[in-house]
């Protein structure tokens, strides 16, 4: 499995941006598809956005669609969320999670996920 760590998250107003970062590691990055996923108080666990091996194919959740922007450096080994226009229901603890080979929306597609960063908007 590659292990990942996310970063980049916290307390922002209604219509800031944050960008999220996900560095990994143990594993050779470019093979795996790339996902971030996010979890409210009390809610479950759902799909934000996912991305491709080599970040030619990238898909969003439809509350998110044309705000948020998934992307990855493979030199790096990180990838990112570009969240832009963010709205109260957007909080929620964002997990980054890895994937061998091909992209998923599926939450149980992926073995391989990070700690979670809190990300909190305020009205």
């Known amino acids: 499995q590659v292990q990942l760590v996310e970063s980049g998250g916290g307390l922002v107003q209604a219509g800031d941006s944050l960008r999220l970062f996900c560095a990994a590691s143990g594993r050779t990055f470019s093979n795996y598809a790339m996902a971030w996923f996010r979890q409210a108080p009390g809610k479950e666990r759902e799909f934000v956005s996912t991305i491709s091996r080599t970040g030619g194919i990238t898909s969003y959740a439809d509350s998110v669609k044309g705000r948020f922007t998934i992307s990855r450096d493979n030199a790096k080994n990180t990838a990112y969320l570009q969240m832009n226009s963010l709205k109260p229901e957007d909080t929620a603890v964002y997990y980054c999670?890895?994937?061998?080979?091909?992209?998923?929306?599926?939450?149980?597609?992926?073995?391989?996920w990070g700690q979670g960063t809190q990300v909190t908007v305020s009205s």
């Open positions: 999670a890895a994937r061998f080979w091909s992209v998923s929306q599926k939450r149980d597609d992926y073995n391989s």
